[in-house]
């Protein structure tokens, strides 16, 4: 071993055979190897380079500017909200507790000296308030806390909802549920006040505070509480309302919708039931089309005639009113004095192009010879013919006189005897659901039969016995079926799609609609295979996703039409008179414009979660009420599992945890959209059963239903064993042999033979 010396250097130098690492190179080889060689770039991938090779003072500037137009965006948005180009403010107010006074609430809002109120006299209850310091409009409404529906139909249209909280409990139960539905349907902005709290005592009031602020936390983790009592507590409440960020709704942002501010009902010349509606309101979200169909809440499509450019019912120069009385009688009616001044000034903004606007049909009107149908050559009619030549003429004894209509009805006992098992099985095969009626009207007969024995044989005593009232009755019924209800559900819990094989029926009859699969995940099925004959009418993409993009973009490059912001009064043809019932009972009326397409009727697939606090059992093909984005709709729906697969295993009860698919039949609408789903009581009321978003349109989603024969074994064998009570037939044996069998265990076999069938000893009580 070598030492250094003591003045040199001592340095290691590497030797010849020391191993030298490839150098790591960053990037995407192939392409810069390609750019390297190729003869000529391209301006696209020249420009690509430039943005990625930009340099690091660069790249600030450029990450400084995106956030600058992000909040400029914003600042925008905040201060068109309400100013003089864009609609009013729409702020709703609900009450979350029994206890909270809206109409004082209200009084508040119009407490302000420096403001102008004009109070609505048809409609929803509320007022719009002009603001000439801040130069906002504001339209405040009250939604009814008892009917469900319009507090959501509100929330569908209303820029901020104001939530009013008692001092105390904060929200009772509807107020917890209501917050419920509109969470899942999506939250707008909004804000929160307290009314009352001024009236507890001092030191009480900071604890009712902290009490406050816990229950807020869960539901609303960011957001302030406001005390309403005074003048200068609404005026800071609205301050809050018109600088705070605004939440987006994206099906609410991509369509133009209004809330109705007067209703008018011109009776058509044929009847006086159907007619033309004027509905009057401002528009909002976006530019609204003539030529397109408008939709509605509650009540269906329509096409419009005509837009008029209408004044609005109070001025839009905020300076001008500054001046005049605040809240005087003098002002109001002056306002509502100009009605013929406004029908002068009425313009005709848009008709309806015939050419272009688009049409009202839903659904295909199939035609029933469009199927394939052959002609019948010779060689099979000559068939035909001999076969009825060789049939057996049956000869029976009849009554005298009787006709031979009247005798194909007379069974013979020895023709019972003697027919032959192909004939029975044609008969149950063509019948076999006539067959189950027919047994239930006997039944129902016989029972019929039996109480009018023993009515002629009650005596007088018994005809004394205590009457029962008919909603005792039904409440006796209701909860008999809600009790079978839930025995099924546990019993589909216990054993997931397990079937008893029917006695009366043979096995290879009653499940002839079903087919055994190897493998539920890998064997092959045609989604067009025996389809339901109401496919024939409706409507199906040849990409839905894609389709939706470009009607998306379309919607962008789309420019004509009245401008958002516009008080506008829209012509709807062919509306029934039913319609206006609601704005007279003060309930909101809301209209959305339709995008294309969106009129059809298809599959619809709801991807939906059972919602916490609904406890009874939802049983598939159940009619439930749907709430998908901004329509509402009654329907059965399916409900089955969610995989990645391309099929999907049939769920007979909605699960109560986990993601379900809900397939149903319903107009097209282009996602992201909410749902909800609804069972209504027979009292009227409302439970949500389920909350989730729109998944898809798309009908050839295939939906399976599985069914599992069970049986019990008899004896077993080292590798074979005797199974009773699967199939009581052994030509449903042989037919049921080419389909394995297993075990829960996972143990697989095969149908070897049918044995004999067991004594009577032996058959199953």
């Not at 055979?17 to 810069?32: T, Y």
């Not at 060689?37 to 995106?66: E, F, I, M, P, Y």
Request: aromatic share 8%; net charge neutral.
């Amino acid at each position: 071993m070598a030492v250094p010396k003591a003045g040199g250097g001592g340095a290691h130098r590497a030797g010849a055979l020391k191993q030298q690492n490839k150098p790591h190179k960053a990037g995407r080889h192939r392409r810069n190897s390609a750019r390297r060689h190729a003869v000529g770039v391209s301006v696209k991938t020249l420009s690509c380079q430039k943005r990625r090779n930009l340099a690091k003072l660069d790249r600030k500037h450029r990450a400084l500017q995106l956030r600058q137009q992000s909040k400029e965006a914003v600042l925008a948005e905040k201060r068109n909200l309400g100013h003089k180009d864009a609609p009013p403010h729409l702020v709703a107010v609900v009450p979350l507790h029994a206890n909270v006074d809206s109409q004082s609430v209200l009084r508040q809002f119009q407490s302000s000296e420096a403001s102008v109120v004009h109070q609505a006299k048809r409609g929803l209850p509320g007022f719009v308030l002009l603001c000439p310091r801040s130069k906002l409009r504001w339209q405040f409404v009250v939604a009814d806390r008892g009917n469900l529906f319009a507090v959501l139909d509100l929330a569908k249209v209303a820029d901020t909802l104001l939530f009013v909280l008692d001092p105390l409990e904060g929200w009772d139960a509807v107020g917890n549920y209501c917050l419920s539905c509109i969470f899942a349907q999506g939250l707008p902005s909004y804000g929160l006040a307290v009314q009352g709290l001024a009236d507890q005592p001092l030191k009480k009031q900071i604890d009712l505070q902290k009490k406050l602020r816990k229950i807020t936390e869960k539901r609303f983790p960011e957001a302030k509480l406001f005390p309403l009592n005074t003048e200068q507590d609404s005026v800071l409440l609205l301050h809050h309302l018109a600088t705070q960020k605004q939440r987006h709704l994206a099906f609410r942002d991509r369509r133009a919708h209004l809330l109705a501010e007067a209703v008018e009902f011109v009776p058509g010349p044929g009847s006086a039931l159907v007619g033309t509606l004027k509905v009057s309101g401002y528009v909002r979200g976006r530019s609204l089309n003539v030529n397109h169909l408008v939709h509605i809440v509650g009540h269906g499509d329509f096409q419009m005639s005509q837009v008029d450019a209408t004044p609005e019912p109070f001025g839009q120069n905020l300076r001008a009113v500054k001046g005049q009385p605040r809240r005087g009688q003098g002002m109001q009616d002056n306002t509502f004095s100009k009605v013929a001044e406004m029908e002068e000034d009425v313009q005709v903004l848009m008709r309806a192009n015939p050419s272009k606007q688009e049409s009202l049909q839903s659904e295909i009107v199939p035609d029933p010879m469009d199927g394939e149908q052959t002609w019948p050559t010779e060689e099979e009619l000559s068939e035909a013919a001999e076969s009825l030549k060789q049939t057996k003429k049956i000869s029976r004894r009849v009554p005298k006189g009787t006709s031979a209509y009247q005798a194909t009805w007379i069974v013979d006992e020895r023709e019972g005897e003697s027919g032959s098992d192909d004939e029975e099985l044609d008969e149950e095969a063509n019948g076999m659901e006539e067959d189950m009626f027919m047994e239930e009207a006997i039944s129902q007969d016989g029972s019929s039969s039996d109480e009018e024995e023993e009515e002629e044989t009650a005596t007088e005593d018994d005809e004394c016995e205590s009457l029962v009232l008919p909603e005792d009755v039904e409440k006796m019924e209701e909860e008999e079926a809600v009790l079978e209800k839930y025995q099924r559900e546990r019993q589909e819990e216990m054993f997931p799609d397990e079937v008893d094989t029917p006695r009366d029926v043979a096995a290879r009859i009653r499940f002839q609609k079903y087919r055994g699969l190897k493998s539920f995940r890998t064997s092959p099925w045609d989604p067009n295979e025996n389809l339901p004959r109401d496919y024939a009418r409706i409507f199906q993409f040849q990409d839905f996703f894609q389709t939706r993009k470009h009607v998306f973009r379309q919607l962008e490059e789309e420019e004509d039409g009245a401008a958002v912001g516009r008080y506008v009064t829209l012509h709807i043809c062919n509306v029934p008179v039913s319609v206006t019932e609601g704005f007279q009972q003060q309930l909101p009326l809301v209209l959305y414009v339709l995008l294309p397409y969106e009129q059809k009727m298809s599959v619809l697939n709801l991807l939906v979660r059972r919602f916490a606090g609904y406890t009874e059992p939802v049983q598939a093909k159940e009619e439930v009420i749907v709430h998908c984005g901004f329509r509402r709709f009654q329907t059965s729906p399916l409900y089955s599992q969610h995989t990645s697969a391309s099929k999907h295993k049939l769920v007979r009860f909605l699960p109560a945890d986990g993601t379900t698919m809900a397939t149903m039949y319903g107009p097209i609408t282009f996602p992201p959209a909410s749902v909800l789903l609804f069972k209504q009581r027979s009292d009227g009321s409302h439970d949500l059963l389920a909350t989730g978003s729109l998944h898809s349109v798309d009908p050839s989603r295939v939906t399976l239903k599985r069914v599992v024969l069970s049986g019990h074994p008899f004896k077993i064998h080292r590798k074979m064993a005797v199974v009773r009570y699967m199939f009581f037939n052994r030509d449903d044996v042989l037919w049921f042999k080419p389909i394995a069998l297993r075990t829960k265990w996972g143990r697989r076999g095969a149908h070897q033979r049918a044995c004999r069938y067991p004594r009577p000893d032996e058959m199953p009580v």
